[in-house]
């Protein structure tokens, strides 16, 4: 009984924890998503960000951590002396 019990407890932690990780991976995605979003918005309205921002080379891989980042496909990853002005949606 207490082996069944036991194993109960195991199988709904391994549940919850898996479902967290989804939760989380969603989330990072959404935040992600709107941080691109400011950033694009600012580099369209905000010359002077433009400015500081152009001449350097974006890696959502280093800003966000090596781990792969959320989502299907890196947006800012860009070939090197690429403009940020010329990256894809």
């Given at each position: 009984m207490?082996?069944?019990?036991?194993?109960?407890?195991s199988?709904?932690?391994?549940?919850?924890?898996?479902?967290?990780?989804?939760?989380?991976?969603e989330?990072?995605?959404?935040?992600?998503?709107?941080?691109?979003?400011?950033?694009?918005?600012?580099?369209?309205?905000?010359d002077?960000?433009?400015?500081?921002?152009?001449p350097h080379?974006?890696?959502?891989?280093?800003?966000?951590?090596?781990?792969?980042?959320?989502?299907?496909?890196?947006?800012?990853?860009l070939?090197?002396?690429?403009?940020?002005?010329?990256?894809?949606d």
């Open positions: 207490r082996a069944a019990a036991k194993g109960e407890v199988q709904s932690l391994l549940m919850l924890i898996e479902k967290s990780l989804t939760r989380m991976v989330y990072g995605t959404k935040k992600q998503h709107e941080l691109a979003a400011l950033i694009r918005a600012s580099l369209d309205q905000d002077e960000f433009l400015k500081v921002v152009s080379i974006f890696s959502e891989e280093q800003f966000f951590g090596f781990a792969h980042p959320p989502g299907s496909a890196s947006r800012f990853s070939p090197k002396g690429t403009p940020l002005s010329k990256a894809p």
